[in-house]
């Protein structure tokens, strides 16, 4: 790791600015992601800019049938309220079974989906349960927001404020985790809305997904073997040492199976 | 805590808390990199990124004009200053009588890396980050040239040599047991059965990473060396004779605090030499401490062979003969006792606990642009008892004979027993540490467990493992007639104080095992002395008289021996004081457990006072001895000790995913004599966990093509975790060791031996009814679903 300048504003506003004054900046979250690429060296930041100093960046807010979480808000956090817990388990839930304790303690839901991890568990829920991103300046749409491997529509010197989710009748996250790294191999979440159901799938390919085609079977009947006739392509998914391609595939269909029976034994939540 | 003074109910046996754990739980444990000498210097090693290259040239201008750098040092000044080799420790001889191939293995490499991670450089700085920035800025140029990868790669058709020496990339062909007797045995049999296996590549991952802080005293023209070793002594002998011809006694080795070894801090590695050779080049103490992907690339990996066995079998299932065509991997380089792990150490226990007339082994070891392979805990042994338990279920399956029935036809049950592989076990039962199992594991109620399990929607399988191992190495005449370089006794000082306390000073050095407590216990108990007045040192040569640390679950057999030694003489000598002090003949005196008696009366001296008289010798048989009351032993074991066992496991498999998990295991183990249960079964747990990481999470994957180090972090190599495993089940059944005072087998390596073949049993039972036969390690998901989905196509 090489020397950096630390700053800690305290508004979105003074992070903003402190942005376009240095030369190479990076946003510091919880620096789950950051600091073991700050310590091999990977990258090499003039400055760090911390955003745990900013009190707008935190809460947990429900406005209707929408939660509106702060980006600076941590996994443990989501996992342990109460409030999301009785409106949102799925989300919670999916909170709880990120990485590990020491994660879930420093890791942020903003740093999580700006980084944009392909095997990171928070795109599958922004998907599935249609959030939309709030930023320093607009607002981006779910489908918008995930563009590529680790590459999303914010610019460059865009600060997310928080995630808005829609909170779904039912839902359900089931995540098939890797066994070294705890990260999701594939990670389905599946919500059920008044007005049809949404297959968010995270892990397997380049970026998180849609499943179109199993959408539209669960939208028809939300039951597990609503989709026995369905099969994932495994052309477009990740081959590594972890998992090939048709193993992927298999895994997309069966965890987007048990997120179904998952939510099923939940119950209706609306 | 309860000290003991009475003779029948002494300290061993006691499940003491250990003592070290306070500093240990509390961060007060201090380890190499802890260690700050004033003027510290750093070093980082410029390390091969290739995995077979050739060095054109190598500058270093900048990186020596770079701040606070102090040193930049290559082969060449290695070479300039004509210092040796790190040296093998074990000659392996081939069939025909010639010597395995030896390559040079230097400290810094001059002109061809041969693996990822080799070191080619070494930069030396005011601090660590001055050092890596100086280390980035060390230009090299490499000629790639094509790299072997694993072993098939190695031996096929025009592959590319590691060492221009070493034909068709072969180390040493060798063999053991007699053919001509094997082939008679399967001519005759009823049945051959055949296995092919493959132990995965295994990576230590101690969670000390290796560190190293050499200091030359130029004043006293004396190094000293702090490292992360499981053998101090064995560093100083190794480094000061064959590499930096130091003469010893200028040399000191301390090994303080060390955070697990598993066999990987066993072994002389060149950053121990690079630290005290460059310490002496800049003047000042300079310090290495690994990065974990530095661990990952560099410690000595563990296992990577391939064995290819025929098992002749008569109708009723009585084993006949075997033959074993073993192929092992060496890596780039020979590591100190590389050669003897799939020879001397693996392919002796191929009888395992088996009345087998006849064996052969073939063992053909190759070299490989990968990182040297060397002992991982269990080192040879867990090779031979996977290979054979998978086997001996193969066989009861081709029979239709039931998988217990096989084992107990075939159990050896006379004692002592003489294989055909060299080895003479001592004493065992293996009857009774496997019916040990099936009670403990409630084998009869395993038909409902199965039918519970299949109404989740899971398959169950129970599998078994009945292994015996060769450990406490080992006599120093036999290992030295093996090709050995080194004898394996143990040496051991106790000191009683004039106030009757006691220290202990001991070869054996402990990184984890619990001899602070497991030692003090065997010398209170021995000397009838309070278990707080007794301290355990260890890890120092200038402290301790010599050597041969910590490997092959030796500790207590051997280095509890020389203790056991050593504190008799020190009751030999107090008997003569006692019997002076108390006016009586030598053999009137009568030692009870921390006192002298004279026979027939209440006369007596107790230790204390015996040891004071011997520090103020007023009153003192000075004619016949000398003052003070100190002894040294040095004992060499008689035989190898034959810790034996049955693993039991259970497993669930998800059929939809292939995630394996272990629901119960169970192991019942003859370690021989305890001397503290409690530590007993964390190095049981320890090595049960390793077992089931083996068995189905860990591999360390080198690309075919590159050479390079697939699973080089935690992202990727798996490690076993807590919630992967079971609450374990472990019971003993004791049978003495026959030919040392403590009568202890030994028991570090027994948890890595016996669970990884029980393990995979358990999975192909419970996938046997799909029609899968066969699975390699680690049982992955993936490959469990692939087998699972192949032996659905094919039915």
């Not at chain 1, 980006?71 to 990485?99: F, N, W, Y």
């Amino acid at each position: 790791m090489r020397d950096f300048q630390f700053h800690r504003p305290s508004t979105v506003a003074e992070a903003k600015k402190l942005l376009g004054q240095c030369e190479a900046a990076k946003l510091l979250s919880g620096g789950q992601s950051l600091l073991p690429v700050l310590k091999l060296d990977m990258a090499q930041p003039s400055d760090l800019i911390s955003l745990s100093g900013i009190a707008s960046l935190r809460g947990i807010r429900f406005d209707g049938n929408r939660v509106e979480i702060g980006a600076g808000v941590t996994h443990a956090e989501v996992a342990a309220s109460m409030d999301l817990q009785k409106r949102v388990p799925s989300l919670t839930k999916l909170a709880d079974g990120i990485a590990d304790p020491q994660v879930r303690n420093r890791g942020t839901l903003g740093g999580s989906l700006a980084h944009a991890d392909p095997a990171a568990d928070y795109p599958a829920a922004v998907l599935a349960l249609s959030a939309t991103i709030k930023t320093d300046r607009r607002t981006i749409a779910a489908d918008d927001f995930f563009v590529g491997i680790f590459e999303t529509a914010l610019a460059s010197d865009e600060i997310i404020e928080s995630c808005c989710f829609q909170i779904p009748r039912r839902a359900a996250y089931a995540k098939f985790a890797s066994h070294a790294s705890r990260y999701a191999v594939v990670g389905v979440m599946v919500a059920q809305f008044a007005d049809g159901v949404r297959v968010g799938v995270t892990g397997a390919g380049p970026s998180v997904f849609r499943w179109k085609e199993a959408e539209a079977a669960l939208s028809n009947r939300f039951a597990p073997d609503a989709i026995n006739a369905l099969c994932y392509h495994p052309d477009d998914l990740t081959s590594s040492l972890e998992a090939s391609a048709e193993y992927r595939a298999h895994l997309v269909k069966a965890m987007t199976q048990r997120a179904v029976t998952n939510a099923l034994q939940q119950g209706g939540l609306s | 805590m309860k000290p003991n003074a009475s003779q029948d109910s002494r300290m061993v046996g006691d499940a003491l808390p250990r003592r070290e754990d306070r500093r240990f739980v509390t961060g007060a444990g201090r380890y190499v990199d802890d260690l700050v000498l004033p003027d510290q210097a750093y070093a980082v090693l410029v390390r091969s990124p290739h995995a077979h290259a050739t060095i054109r040239a190598i500058s270093t201008e900048t990186a020596k004009a770079s701040p606070g750098v102090l040193g930049v040092f290559t082969g060449q000044d290695v070479a300039a200053d004509k210092v040796g080799g790190i040296p093998c420790g074990w000659l392996v001889k081939s069939k025909d009588g010639t010597n395995m191939v030896e390559p040079p293995h230097p400290m810094l490499v001059l002109d061809r890396v041969r693996c990822v991670g080799d070191q080619v450089a070494v930069v030396v700085a005011e601090s660590k980050a001055a050092a890596r920035e100086a280390a980035m800025l060390v230009e090299v140029d490499y000629d790639i040239l094509p790299a072997v990868a694993s072993i098939q790669a190695a031996l096929s058709d025009g592959a590319q040599t590691v060492w221009d020496q070493a034909k068709n990339n072969v180390c040493f062909d060798w063999d053991l047991g007699d053919k001509t007797a094997v082939k008679a045995a399967m001519n005759r049999a009823h049945k051959v059965v055949e296995l092919t296996v493959r132990q995965n590549r295994l990576i230590p991952n101690a969670i000390e990473p290796r560190a190293a802080l050499g200091h030359y005293d130029a004043a006293n023209d004396h190094y000293t060396l702090y490292t992360t070793s499981q053998n101090p002594h064995l560093i100083r002998l190794l480094m000061a004779a064959f590499v930096l011809g130091i003469p010893e006694h200028r040399l000191r080795v301390v090994a303080p605090d060390v955070g697990g070894g598993f066999g990987s801090k066993i072994y002389h590695y060149a950053e121990e030499a690079i630290v005290t050779w460059a310490s002496k080049k800049v003047g000042r103490p300079v310090k290495w401490t690994a990065e974990r992907s530095e661990s990952f690339m560099s410690d000595a990996h563990g296992r990577d062979t391939v064995m290819k066995a025929h098992l002749a079998v008569d109708k009723d299932g009585t084993f006949l003969g075997l033959c074993v065509h073993n192929l092992a991997n060496m890596g780039a380089y020979l590591s100190t006792f590389g050669p003897s792990i799939p020879t001397y150490l693996s392919a002796t226990l191929m009888a395992g606990c088996y009345t087998t007339p006849a064996i052969y082994v073939e063992v053909k070891a190759v070299f490989t642009n990968t990182v040297p392979v060397d002992a991982y805990r269990g080192a040879g042994r867990p090779e031979a008892a996977y290979l054979l338990e998978r086997l001996v279920d193969k066989a009861a399956k081709e029979l239709g004979m039931d998988r217990l029935e096989i084992r107990r036809r075939n159990f050896i049950r006379e004692f002592p027993y003489k294989t055909p592989v060299a080895l003479e076990y001592d004493t065992g039962n293996y009857d009774a540490t496997l019916d040990l199992a099936l009670s403990v594991g409630d084998y009869n109620g395993y038909a409902a467990r199965r039918e519970a399990s299949k109404s989740r929607g899971k398959l169950r399988g129970i599998g078994f493992s009945t292994y015996v191992e060769a450990c406490g190495i080992a006599p120093s005449a036999l290992v030295g007639q093996l090709g050995a370089r080194a004898g394996l006794y143990e040496a051991a000082t106790v000191r009683v104080h004039p106030t009757g306390s006691v220290s202990v000073f001991t070869g054996s050095h402990s990184h984890g095992q619990g001899h602070e407590t497991t030692f003090a216990q065997l010398v209170a108990g021995h000397l009838g002395v309070p278990f707080d007045n007794v301290d355990v040192v260890h890890g120092d040569t200038d402290r301790i008289p010599f050597g041969m640390g910590t490997y092959g679950s030796r500790s207590l057999s051997v280095g509890g021996s020389a203790l056991v030694k050593a504190a008799d003489k020190i009751i030999a000598k107090g008997k003569t004081i006692a019997a002076h002090l108390l006016q009586v003949a030598e053999t009137d005196v009568e030692w009870h457990c921390g006192e002298f008696r004279v026979r027939g009366t209440a006369q007596k001296k107790t230790l204390g006072e015996v040891a004071f008289a011997a520090y103020v010798p007023h009153n003192y048989p000075i004619d016949k001895i000398e003052p003070g009351l100190e002894e040294t032993a040095f004992y060499d074991p008689k035989n190898f000790t034959f810790p034996a066992g049955c693993h039991l496991c259970e497993v669930e498999v998800d059929p939809e995913t292939g995630v394996v998990e272990v629901v119960n295991l169970v192991a019942a183990d003859d370690v021989g004599v305890i001397v503290n249960p409690l530590v007993v079964d964390g190095q049981l747990h320890g090595g049960l966990v390793q077992g089931i990481g083996q068995a189905l999470y860990e591999e360390a994957v080198y690309d075919e093509d590159s050479g390079q180090l697939l699973t080089g972090s935690y992202l990727n190599y798996g490690m076993p975790r807590a919630s992967d495993v079971p609450s374990f089940k472990v019971g003993t059944h004791a049978t003495v060791c026959a030919h040392n005072p403590i009568g202890s087998k030994g028991v570090g390596e027994v948890g890595a031996i016996g669970c990884p073949p029980a393990v995979m049993n358990a999975i192909l039972d419970a996938l046997a009814p799909l029609g899968v036969t066969d699975l390699s390690m680690p049982a992955t998901p993936e490959k469990v679903w692939r087998a699972i989905t192949a032996a659905k196509t094919a039915q």
